[in-house]
């Protein structure tokens, strides 16, 4: 017994010893790419090549007539719960090419639950308030970060070895580095353009059999 748990405590520090983490900030420049933006939030920085084993159930809700939170990451096959903590009516759909889905209608206080597998972004849309919008961002693995105002991120025990890192941002912005990773902490720094402007209406999404266009002006303020 005393052999196993030694055995398991050096594993387990050889195996912390070769991983490390990854460090750094995005920033978000406009269409243009000529001025940054004032805030840098709503981009993921993950790593691809390789998958790992979704755990736990993520969570969006809707309040005050929107999506929380604007950009939520979740690794492929996880359970997402979509509640409506507002006091309207909503809906859930997206009509993404590869997975896209309609959860039709629910009230105050229910939800319901998506499972997604393809990887990248999956916009996400109510189709009776068409001003909400959010992204579910798939990811292969657990090594993801989501940046903060001011751009910085940070992935937390990345394995040893060579890395493709790829960052992507709600308005469209992507960019991609090769990386090695050691046993100190990695820093960099990721510059993205914008390919959309930064105030940018939702596109009316196709309605639902179930709907008619008076469903989109049942409140007075759209």
């Known amino acids: 017994m005393r052999i196993a748990l030694i055995s398991l405590v050096l594993l387990l520090t050889s195996t912390l010893s070769q991983a490390s983490d990854i460090e750094g900030k995005v920033i978000v420049m406009d269409k243009s790419g000529q001025s940054p933006l ?18 736990g159930i993520a969570m969006m809700d809707q309040q005050g007539k929107r999506f929380i939170p604007r950009l939520l990451a ?51 849309y109510c189709n009776i308030h068409q001003d909400m919008i959010a992204d579910v961002f798939v990811v292969p693995n657990r090594y993801f970060s989501l940046t903060d105002d001011t751009g910085n991120f940070r992935i937390t025990d990345v394995p040893k070895g060579d890395h493709r890192l790829r960052v992507w941002h ?17 820093s960099i720094t990721l510059k993205l353009r914008s390919r959309k402007m930064v105030v940018e ?3 009316a999404p196709q309605l639902s059999p179930q709907d008619t266009p008076d469903d989109y002006d049942k409140d007075s303020d759209y």
Do not use: C, M, W
């Not at 209608?105 to 597998?117: K, M």
């Not at 709600?170 to 100190?184: D, M, Y």
């Open 201 to 203: 209406k939702p596109k």
């Open 38 to 55: 004032n805030s840098n939030a709503h981009a993921i920085v993950y790593l691809e090549g390789f998958s790992t084993e979704p755990t």
């Open 74 to 124: 979740v690794v492929s096959g996880q359970p997402i719960r979509f509640s409506n903590s507002d006091i309207y009516q909503h809906s859930v759909f997206s009509p993404h090419a590869v997975e896209p889905f309609d959860l039709s209608r629910f009230r105050q206080g229910e939800s319901r639950t998506a499972v997604l597998r393809e990887i990248g972004p999956h916009t996400i």
């Open 170 to 186: 709600i308005l469209g912005g992507s960019a991609v580095r090769s990386l090695n990773v050691g046993t100190e902490t990695l």
